[in-house]
């Protein structure tokens, strides 16, 4: 059961705060979409469904704390402190791109030193014994900061997963683990990838805390995470966080999510958007009004487009260039 969290964790600000970054991905999310059906871009890795949890779990974070997203987290990304033009930088793979400099594909395997977001890679669940390392060489250092890693569900299926997850908890490390369980490995449906789909059960088997939560509730999520985020920087080491979500679209622009999932279950999921729920939720405590939402999606959507022109108008990189910062 998805833990029902009563009282709010957040002000008024802070949560019209966390409505906008997710309105924000939706909008270059969408023009991601546009741009590939244009034949302007070549990919998208669309992240519709999941910015509830994604931007919850990292504004529970502080400034110094690291981030380990996975290559669907666009949000993630925007709360720490991405921009619209950067984000279309790395679409058009130019020189300028702070991602990977123009080296990879939208949303795959980058990094951004500055923002303290930790190389991302499209290997699935290698990044988690790489979060528990960071979060290890903090403790040693005495440096106080909190590692948030981010996966989907067929990450846990991997024996990296395990790995990272266990050494975290023997160390008692400051990092927090969060699934984003959209129920989907690509096309593999959770109940062919375990017995039992509830990821937070694991977390007895590592002696850790775990949660179950609602991942398109986001007051619920900023809850979980927040008090996660706290404990583990009390030093009571990990949590295991499994958010329950609705992947949207299909897996990748190069997915066909129709020759697997049935259309009841594709218009069931775009009934559980977290943008429109938490909308829905802000509206009803007069925080924020329907011609209010409308303005403000409208507005994020322009500059989504501005930000994909000026962007695909910006210098491509150097061919001579194109072995620089290849390790080997």
Same mark, same amino acid.
């Given at each position: ?135 290890? $060489? ?5 440096? %106080?900061? +909190?590692?948030?890693?981010?996966? #989907? @569900? =067929?990450? &846990? ?62 007051? $619920? ?5 927040? %008090?996660? +985020?706290?404990?583990?920087?009390? #030093? @009571? =080491?990990? &949590? ?89």
């Amino acid at each position: 059961m998805a833990t029902k969290v009563r009282q709010a964790a957040g002000t008024k600000e802070e949560y019209l705060q966390l409505h906008r970054w997710m309105c924000m991905a939706k909008a270059l999310d969408d023009r991601m979409h546009i741009l590939v059906k244009q034949g302007r871009a070549p990919f998208v890795g669309s992240s519709r469904g999941h910015e509830g949890i994604q931007v919850a779990s990292t504004a529970a974070l502080a400034a110094d704390d690291w981030l380990v997203p996975h290559y669907r987290g666009l949000a993630n990304a925007i709360v720490r402190g991405l921009t619209m033009k950067e984000w279309m930088l790395a679409v058009f793979a130019k020189v300028d791109d702070p991602l990977s400099a123009g080296r990879n594909i939208p949303g795959g395997c980058y990094s951004y030193r500055r923002l303290k977001i930790a190389s991302v890679s499209q290997v699935v669940a290698s990044w988690v014994p790489k979060a528990s390392g960071i979060a290890y $060489a903090a403790k040693l250092k005495g440096e %106080g900061s +909190v590692t948030l890693c981010t996966f #989907g @569900d =067929g990450a &846990t299926s991997q024996g990296d997963f395990h790995e990272g997850v266990n050494f975290a908890a023997v160390h008692r490390l400051p990092v927090v683990f969060v699934c984003e369980n959209n129920s989907y490995a690509i096309s593999v449906p959770i109940r062919l990838q375990m017995g039992n789909p509830n990821v937070a059960d694991r977390a007895a088997g590592y002696g850790i805390a775990g949660a179950t939560v609602d991942g398109t509730d986001v007051p $619920a999520c900023f809850a979980v995470c927040k %008090g996660a +985020v706290e404990r583990a920087r009390r #030093g @009571d =080491g990990p &949590t295991l966080i499994d958010a329950k979500i609705w992947r949207i679209n299909s897996h990748t622009s190069e997915d066909n999510h129709l020759k697997y999932r049935g259309k009841e279950e594709i218009d069931e999921a775009a009934g559980h958007d977290p943008i429109a729920r938490f909308g829905a939720w802000l509206m009803e405590r007069g925080w924020l009004t329907a011609d209010e939402l409308a303005h403000s999606q409208a507005e994020l959507d322009a500059e989504a487009s501005e930000a994909a022109d000026w962007a695909e108008q910006q210098p491509d990189p150097i061919p001579e260039e194109a072995l620089t910062h290849v390790f080997a």
